[in-house]
């Protein structure tokens, strides 16, 4: 068996667009707005700043860290009440900080969004 460097730029683009699909619903529930969540993906999806994590094997672990903090953002929204999504939020999480350091920035999206979403109920 052993690696098989061919798939890797494969496994890249699934990667990614799992990531983009996470990132429409994620703007799915904020926006609420089809063309909005629509502009939202494809802005992430074609952002070239993507480019060299799905071109590059070095770029794998800042793929799984994105995706991972994705669906850490998304189980840590449907959380109120549920131990369950919660927990799934601090695994996604604490998986993403150990994919890449820098995902120890999902804290500080999570208080954002809370902070967002109390201002929405408020309005």
């Known amino acids: 068996m052993g690696l098989r460097p061919s798939r890797l730029p494969r496994d890249h683009l699934v990667l990614h667009a799992l ?4 990132v ?4 799915r529930q904020r926006l ?8 939202a993906a494809a ?12 071109a590059w094997t070095s770029g794998r672990s800042t793929l799984l860290a994105t995706l991972l903090m994705v ?5 840590h929204e449907r959380a109120t009440g549920s131990a369950r999504w919660l ?7 604490t998986a993403a900080v150990l994919a890449k350091e820098t995902a120890l920035v999902f ?17």
């Open 43 to 54: 802005v992430f999806a074609l952002q070239p700043a993507h480019a060299a994590a799905v």
């Open 32 to 39: 609420r707005n089809e063309a909005s969540v629509a502009l």
């Open 107 to 123: 804290q500080c999206c999570c208080c954002s969004g809370n902070h967002s979403t109390a201002d929405r109920a408020a309005a």
């Open 24 to 27: 429409a619903a994620l703007a």
């Open 71 to 75: 669906v850490a953002m998304l189980a």
């Open 87 to 93: 927990c799934l939020s601090l695994l996604a999480m």
């Open 19 to 22: 990531t983009v699909l996470g």
